[in-house]
């Protein structure tokens, strides 16, 4: 319960900072955020949320879509560090630091993004420390899962790939029984978290389906 929203608005109730929305977490309430002028900002897919290069100045929290971070190598290719989605905060690890981004974010699919100043988040943080705690932890689970993919190139056969994210993400949501997470990635976007082919990823998927290992429903993957 935070005492100064409790004054300044007078309810008798407590604001819930950490909560969650369609099953996914969010990382700072939205109610929050907009308590503090943050705005909801809209994204066609293929728009620029932000870009390798820029000074970073807001802090942005996923409301509904799918956003891709990535990195443009020398040659051209893309590197892509990953694909968070609703609830999912990005590019946050900037807001403590004065370097620029070294990564794009991208809409994949029409996004509505929380958008609040840096300066704000900041405030909002400094005053509610178990907030700050939970920011470093969500950032820890975001480290966790880069590693986690940089391990894939070590690893040959694509049904180990494949479990190991599919694993770390349904734990990640809390979900434990058999075919309970949907997951929540196309196999395009399966194919490039792993460094597989995407036909491999249909056809290993499909063979993780013989095995009772996932259950498929139209084309949805259930673990």
């Known amino acids: 319960m935070f005492l100064w929203y409790l004054i300044s608005c007078s309810i008798a109730y407590?604001?819930?900072?950490?909560t969650q929305i369609?099953?996914?977490k969010m990382v700072i309430s939205e109610d929050l955020l907009f308590f503090h002028k943050a705005t909801l900002e809209n994204y066609e897919a293929g728009d620029a949320v932000f870009q390798e290069g820029t000074a970073?100045?807001?802090?942005f929290q996923i409301r509904q879509g799918t956003v891709k971070l990535n990195t443009f190598l020398e040659d051209g290719k893309e590197f892509v560090h990953g694909f968070p989605?609703?609830?999912?905060?990005?590019?946050?690890s900037y807001l403590f630091t004065d370097h620029h981004y070294a990564i794009n974010a991208i809409a994949v699919t029409q996004c509505e993004i929380i958008r609040i100043s840096k300066t704000k988040?900041?405030?909002?943080l400094m005053e509610n420390p178990e907030l700050l705690l939970e920011i470093n932890k969500y950032m820890a689970d975001r480290m966790h899962f880069r590693f986690m993919i940089s391990s894939f190139l070590a690893i040959s056969d694509p049904i180990v790939k494949l479990m190991k994210l599919f694993d770390h993400i349904k734990r990640y949501f809390g979900f434990e029984e058999p075919y309970s997470f949907l997951v929540p990635y196309t196999r395009q976007q399966i194919a490039t978290l792993t460094g597989l082919r995407v036909e491999t990823v249909i056809r290993y998927v499909k063979k993780m389906e013989e095995q009772k290992m996932v259950k498929?429903?139209?084309?949805?993957i259930y673990y």
């Open 216 to 220: 498929i429903e139209s084309t949805k």
């Open 121 to 124: 988040v900041l405030e909002i």
């Open 85 to 92: 989605f609703d609830g999912h905060c990005i590019g946050e």
């Open 22 to 24: 369609n099953n996914n």
């Open 56 to 59: 970073a100045k807001y802090y």
């Open 14 to 18: 407590t604001l819930t900072i950490f």
